[in-house]
């Protein structure tokens, strides 16, 4: 048996927490603590991290990490990214503006994005349909990156388990790649 690190990262209320908690097979770690940013209104908010884990029909376990959503926890963001098999960005398209959110966790994680898979999930497009995935496309190509984007729901497993597949076939495939 193997195991694989996947992080999870986003905004404050993104859904790593919610994600975590609906794919994972033991209950989640969460370091939640009482929310005192009054822009959000959210009763809680991660400041450490959020771990599960998963185990895949090979035997391989993935731990799945979730960071803290605020900028002012960035550092966690480094220590969580090292030595992980790929990066989950989730957007919440109800923000104000979900792109420049994007931008910032593309900043945020450019270095380790140079050397390992990522996948964008956007949510709450049911009820805030723009910006479009075409535009977040976009936005990742304006970063010189091509990246699968995909709507989710971060409370439906499948949704996420779809995430998570997508972003180890990009693995596979930059396998296979490198062995031609």
């Given at each position: ?10 905004t404050m209320g993104a859904g790593k927490t919610t994600a975590i ?125 091509v990246l699968p984007v995909l709507p989710v729901d971060v409370r439906r497993r499948e949704d ?21």
């Amino acid at each position: 048996m193997r195991e694989y690190k996947i992080v999870f990262t986003g905004t404050m209320g993104a859904g790593k927490t919610t994600a975590i908690a609906a794919i994972s097979e033991t209950p989640p770690v969460v370091t939640d603590v009482a929310n005192n940013d009054a822009s959000l209104s959210k009763a809680k908010t991660t400041v450490g991290l959020d771990f599960g884990q998963l185990t895949l029909d090979t035997g391989d376990r993935l731990r799945l990490f979730g960071t803290p959503g605020q900028a002012r926890f960035d550092f966690m963001w480094r220590i969580l990214a090292q030595n992980a098999l790929g990066i989950i960005i989730l957007v919440d398209n109800s923000r104000p503006d979900p792109l420049a959110d994007l931008d910032a966790y593309l900043t945020g994680f450019a270095e380790v994005l140079r050397n390992i898979p990522c996948t964008v999930g956007v949510g709450r497009m049911d009820s805030h349909t723009q910006p479009d995935l075409d535009a977040f496309s976009a936005r990742l190509e304006a970063h010189g990156l091509v990246l699968p984007v995909l709507p989710v729901d971060v409370r439906r497993r499948e949704d996420v388990a779809l995430l998570i597949d997508t972003l180890l076939s990009q693995m596979e495939s930059s396998m296979t790649g490198s062995e031609t």
